[in-house]
């Protein structure tokens, strides 16, 4: 199965929170604030706003102080891709989209922040769960530490990771609450 483009949606959702921007502030945006959790070859944008505006999901419109600047605008279209895109329910497949996802959320009271944060943390759940069961099987006894340290290492930092992003998540989940 072909993995689905992710680049459109995250200019859709550069477009939806900036405005109407130049290739090259779209650009930016992933340099300084994107690139933190998520990588794009810069090579791409180009191509792929192109692609979009052959779609209708965003459109060339005029540039009031440099008509040699092409501005693209996300169009009806692309705001209801982008919509349909952030209410898709969090799965194990997609969950590495959850940081991205939450970028592009504008408002705290958005009805798909509570249910987006709520499926990840069902997910990290279970995989603090499943680590902390291998960590039984593998390390009830000290001794069993000495032999595979670098794995032991591994192993407690995935746990640390997954226990700290639950207790994120859910102090989010309460902060919503009040």
């Known amino acids: 199965m072909p993995r689905p483009r992710i680049l459109p949606f995250i200019i859709l ?8 921007s130049t290739g090259k502030i779209v650009l ?15 090579s791409q944008l180009y191509p792929e706003l192109q692609k979009m ?24 279209i692309g705001k209801a891709d982008l919509e349909a895109w952030l209410q898709e329910p969090v799965t194990e497949q997609n969950s590495a989209l959850t ?7 504008q408002e705290r009271q958005a009805p798909e922040l ?7 943390v069902k997910l990290h759940v279970e995989k ?11 390390f009830s006894e000290a001794d069993q530490i000495a032999g595979n340290y670098g794995h032991y290492l591994i192993l407690t930092r995935a746990i640390e990771r997954e226990t700290n ?14």
């Open 114 to 120: 509570r249910a987006m944060i709520i499926a990840d």
């Open 165 to 178: 992003y639950v207790a994120w998540a859910n102090g989010v989940l309460n902060d919503l609450d009040n």
């Open 99 to 105: 940081s991205l996802k939450l970028y592009f959320v």
């Open 28 to 42: 930016d945006e992933f340099q300084n604030e994107i690139s933190e959790f998520w990588t794009v070859a810069h």
């Open 53 to 76: 505006t052959d779609e209708g999901r965003v459109s060339i419109v005029p540039n009031q102080t440099n008509a040699k600047t092409v501005v693209y605008e996300i169009t009806s």
């Open 128 to 138: 603090l769960h499943h680590l902390q069961g291998r960590f039984t099987d593998l």
């Open 13 to 20: 959702g550069v477009l939806n929170k900036r405005g109407a």
